[in-house]
């Protein structure tokens, strides 16, 4: 397989309920160009292979620490650690670890195997699809095109799952393929989506606003609501006034924080940062609020 026709996947999850409708299978591509500090996965963040750690089935043999040539591991009681400046990924610890604790988070994967598995478990669930998430897949722009393409000649049903930090040429090239926009809301100021996500918000609410105007094109948009960040009152009356501008929203879905992030980001040696999850009082009280311009809104 030509290298231009691979996708670089962190993860294939079989049987996924709640990217798109159906039962479908969701591809995460890595790669991502926001830095949300409540990141759920961050593994998908960095477009290279990473060495990942698994606390819970280290045996501290060492033997991984004892093979790497650039001596850029150590493994003590209290913990393993990886050099990430002396590092060079040839990822001979990862071959050397017996008790599979370290392993390889990113592999190229050929397009059209990544479509034929799809179509495989369709045929098993019945109806479902193939959703393309993240990280932002969009990053992967030139292979992602051309796997939509094959996904809609196995007569697929596709979405993709984006944050929208994007060109919106982007859009317009997938827009032909792509049944399914799963377009994320991550905040209405400015400001405070750059201090959470490391971007301000304008060209993403540039590009739903175009979206939801695009003829056929379905939306649903998803919104990770953490406390003291993004839900607060105000924020849903800033999100409010923003819907009326929009077009077509066939759907919202409200995402409550939560921390299944953090151990996948300690697993990574990646910063850590712990939020406060919105009361179901709470998500049930904005739920209703939303509800008043679209009658199509869940708790997820």
Known sequence: MDKKQELFV???????????????????????????KWCHNPETQNLIPEIQYLENRCRKYASCAMTCPQKALTIKPEGWSLDKEHCNNCMICVSNCYANALQISGSY????ELVAQAKRDQQIFGEGGVTFSGGEPMLQIDILEYALK????????????TA????????????PYTDLFLFDIKGMKPEVHKQYTGVDNTRILENIKKLSFEKDTRIWIRMPLVEGVNASENDIDDFLAFYLQLGSIDRIDLLPYHSYGTYKAKSLQMPEEV?????PEKMERIRMKIKTVNENVFVM
Not at 150 to 161: G, N, S
């Open 164 to 175: 929208g930090n994007v060109p919106w040429d982007f859009f317009e090239r997938i827009i």
């Open 10 to 36: 962190s993860q294939i999850q079989r049987f996924s309920l709640h990217d798109g409708p159906g039962i479908r299978t969701t591809i995460f591509l890595k790669g991502c160009n926001l830095r949300c």
């Open 275 to 279: 939020f406060e999850t919105p009361s």
């Open 109 to 112: 994967e050929a397009s059209e």
């Open 150 to 161: 094959e996904a809609k000649k196995q007569k697929l049903h596709t979405a993709v799952d």
